[in-house]
């Protein structure tokens, strides 16, 4: 399931962001690959050393973290600091699968969930989608500045060649409380049902069944 999220950052936090891009380093993205995507990487990175980091980390993650569609499809148990990228004409990133632990020692985390999040405007580049494989086919994604896009970590994905311009993106990677991609999507579904009822018939009892569903099911599936 892919999931949007969508404003994690307003124009002027985006400004903001672009500052920081400016004035930062960048080193080659191969440097931080894992095993199956170092062949295929061509992007550069923001040097993770760079004084601006964390002040960049606090704004862009500090807004995503907080982010209802982001807690109700992710339920997070840990989030990655993410990398900052930039994709300038003739870079993409080949066809691989995201490493399945990453982190250094002792604050390791199994990535289920990976997270781009659209640092500028797609009229700034051609090409550089995020293309994903899922059981329905490819899907492509290219969000507008400000937008993210969540999508199983095990699947297969690529961003195609950067034609003309520059793009520029956080990648971020979440472990869930619930391992499996298919109990979180019946959580998340089941979830937003609840949200609804809970709306529109507070109180009543169907309301209560499924409200008690999903909490016991969370309960049954979660781990933390
Ligand atoms: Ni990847």
New binding site residues.
Partial sequence: MLITIPDVLNKEELAVVHNYFSQANFVEGKLSAGSE?IDVKNNLEMRMSDQHMDQLNNLVMGRLVQHPAYLSAAMPAKIAVPFYAKYSEGMQ?GK???DPIMGPPGQRYRTDL?ITVFLNSPENYDGGELVVETAFGEQIVKLDAGNAIMYPSGST?RVAEVTRGERIVA?TWVQSMVRDPAQRELLYRLSQARELLLAKSKGEQETELVSNAYINLMRMWSDI
């Fill in positions: 995507a990133y691989h699968i995201d990976s994905h990648v």
